[in-house]
């Protein structure tokens, strides 16, 4: 896989004057991906070259078929000519049909490449990204932009290639039949490519529009669904209908705007050449009645070239449009592709100890605000919490628990000042290892369209059946799946919809267990729960990992003489309500 950040990435800014930058930037990148696939991509055209020739060879022997074979009423000249064009049209079908089953498979080789490599790269970034951008526009750039772009640079380069070769090799030999008509039709050629130029702007202004509007409307579908059950139970179904039918309103409108414009584009040139074919009718029949040097297997294989020609102008006017709208998707995809991960991970990480009591977190001068946000979350912030110690972390609703918990493991990095996790700055640790080591559980920890031992040993796919059945006892996951059809390989549905939500936080607390981590983060985790079913959990816990450090974040109110630490967030900054823990 192409390493996007390492080679390409440079920090982002808002500079609208960067467009163009970013655009060649993206452009270098998706190249990457073509190099790997260059001797099939150069076999395609090598192909496609012979059977342009094919084709052109084609008017010249009906030249001979009618001059040299029909008229002087030779007939062996007519059986070589018709095995010959016989022969042509074998190879040419051979020929297309090898250069279709390469250019698929190749073509779809590199879509697939791109979509991966973006795929990744979009993981990579921190969360709040995926809070700016929607969801619903992220999927019609990876999808719909990607492919246009692809068709641009594989489709429509082997397909311009191809045209041009037909193009110049029909003109060379339009121009030996007859000089005066063929500088006529450069002419005609002339005048298309100056309308298509006066039509470029509006092209690419309707291209960039209508992606727009397919975004709105695959954002609103993924936003509403997902909320379906909030909009019926606040009789939302016709307002949220209303608000379709206007998104669609908008996007028939570009579209249909953008229609009219490609087909003007499109259907001009065609008529300005029909024009041109009657102009040839007309001179060549006066030219053969006056006793000229044309004869009338030259006239037919003049007409016949200049269809050739006219073929490939069409198709390259039509290109030249969707060239625009590839530069549109292109522009959408650069803004993904370059924005940069705010975290990168060390080349050379350091190892965690294997000695001690491991899970040790240290606090030293951190100063945290979100991106984008004046309102300071950890201001030189300092705590230390020993290994093994047990935590409750309090504070109002937006104080930024969660943000701490992200903080430990690496979503976002301190403005100012360190994390250390026995002893070692989290910049210096692998990224595997930092998540393997610090598992939070979040109130709404996610679960995945697949059956619940999968969504148990999702972080650690290698875990045995027993181990993920052991997991799930200590997560009282067991007392309800005794009850489902399939046990633990019973699918939870899409997002873990089948589920309630206490169902699902025991699932994610059993993904935690199976991890065995250094350090736990419950973070509202077991809010669904009933207070007996979350005090028997917290006590499998402590006794699952009497030597590791639990920090239990909750609105519940906690005994304080349960914790080792007591930890108020509030006003920016950390304070200790309580130590028990020695060596603190």
Not at 391 to 396: E, H, I, M, S
Not at 502 to 526: C, F, K, N, W
């Given at each position: 896989m192409v390493t996007f950040a390492a080679r390409w990435l440079k920090p982002e800014t808002a500079s609208c004057g960067q467009t163009t930058a970013k655009r060649n930037q993206t452009l270098r990148w998706f190249v990457e991906f073509l190099r790997p696939a260059a001797p099939q991509l150069l076999l395609v055209m090598l192909l496609s070259l012979g059977a342009v020739a094919a084709g052109l060879a084609q008017p010249y022997l009906t030249k001979r078929l009618i001059d040299e074979g029909l008229l002087a009423g030779r007939h062996d000249v007519v059986w070589e000519v018709a095995l010959t064009m016989v022969a042509l049209a074998l190879l040419a079908f051979v020929l297309g049909a090898t250069t279709r089953l390469v250019y698929v498979a190749t073509s779809a080789r590199i879509l697939h490449s791109v979509r991966e490599a973006l795929f990744a790269h979009l993981l990579s970034l921190s969360p709040d990204f995926f809070v700016t951008m929607r969801q619903g526009d992220i999927m019609v750039r990876l999808d719909s932009d990607i492919a246009e772009i692809q068709r641009f640079a594989v489709d429509l380069l082997l397909s311009a290639l191809n045209n041009a070769a037909m193009l110049v090799g029909a003109l060379i030999l339009l121009y030996q039949l007859s000089p005066p008509l063929t500088q006529a039709m450069i002419l005609i050629l002339l005048l298309n490519a100056l309308l298509l130029r006066l039509l470029r702007p509006h092209i690419e202004q309707l291209s960039r529009s209508l992606r727009e509007r397919g975004a709105n409307v695959a954002a609103f579908l993924m936003e509403i669904l997902g909320a379906s059950k909030s909009v019926q139970s606040y009789n939302g179904q016709q307002k949220e209908h209303e608000c379709l039918v206007g998104l669609h309103r908008e996007l028939r409108r570009d579209t249909l705007r953008l229609q009219l414009v490609g087909y003007t584009a499109g259907s001009l040139p065609s008529f300005i050449l029909s024009l041109g074919t009657v102009a040839v009718f007309v001179f060549g029949s006066q030219s053969m009645q006056g006793h000229a040097a044309m004869t009338l297997g030259m006239l037919i294989a003049f007409v016949s070239y200049v269809q050739k020609a006219s073929g490939p102008v069409q198709s390259l006017m039509g290109q030249y449009v969707a060239l625009q709208r590839a530069r549109v998707s292109l522009d959408r995809i650069s803004e993904l592709a370059t924005t940069r991960a705010r975290v990168l991970w060390p080349l050379h990480p350091v190892k965690l100890p294997e000695t001690g009591r491991p899970g040790e977190i240290a606090l030293a001068g951190v100063t945290f605000r979100h991106p984008g946000s004046?309102?300071?979350?950890?201001?030189?912030?300092?705590?230390?919490?020993?290994?093994?110690?047990?935590?409750?972390?309090?504070?109002?609703?937006?104080?930024?628990?969660?943000?701490?918990?992200?903080?430990?493991?690496?979503?976002?990095?301190?403005?100012?000042?360190?994390?250390?996790?026995?002893?070692?700055?989290?910049?210096?640790?692998?990224?595997?290892?930092?998540?393997?080591?610090?598992?939070?559980?979040?109130?709404?920890?996610?679960?995945?369209?697949?059956?619940?031992?999968?969504?148990?040993?999702?972080?650690?796919?290698?875990?045995?059946?027993?181990?993920?059945?052991?997991?799930?006892?200590?997560?009282?996951?067991?007392?309800?799946?005794?009850?489902?059809?399939?046990?633990?390989?019973?699918?939870?549905?899409?997002?873990?919809?089948?589920?309630?939500?206490?169902?699902?936080?025991?699932?994610?607390?059993?993904?935690?267990?199976?991890?065995?981590?250094?350090?736990?983060?419950?973070?509202?985790?077991?809010?669904?729960m009933d207070a007996g079913l979350e005090a028997d959990i917290l006590d499998a816990i402590d006794r699952l990992f009497p030597d590791r450090t639990r920090i239990v974040v909750s609105h519940r109110p906690h005994p304080e003489e349960n914790f080792d630490i007591v930890v108020d967030l509030e006003a920016g900054g950390l304070s200790i309500a309580q130590n028990k823990g020695s060596g603190t």
């Open positions: 004046d309102r300071t979350v950890l201001n030189e912030a300092n705590l230390r919490l020993p290994g093994g110690s047990k935590v409750l972390l309090r504070g109002r609703s937006g104080a930024g628990k969660s943000t701490l918990a992200d903080l430990l493991q690496r979503h976002f990095d301190p403005d100012c000042g360190s994390i250390a996790l026995d002893g070692v700055d989290l910049k210096s640790l692998d990224r595997g290892e930092l998540r393997r080591a610090v598992v939070v559980v979040a109130q709404d920890s996610a679960l995945f369209s697949c059956s619940i031992s999968d969504n148990i040993r999702y972080g650690r796919p290698a875990a045995t059946v027993a181990e993920v059945r052991e997991a799930a006892r200590r997560a009282r996951v067991e007392e309800f799946v005794q009850g489902l059809p399939d046990g633990l390989e019973t699918t939870v549905g899409q997002r873990g919809t089948a589920l309630s939500g206490g169902q699902r936080q025991r699932i994610a607390v059993a993904r935690a267990i199976l991890l065995d981590p250094r350090v736990l983060i419950l973070d509202e985790s077991t809010a669904a």
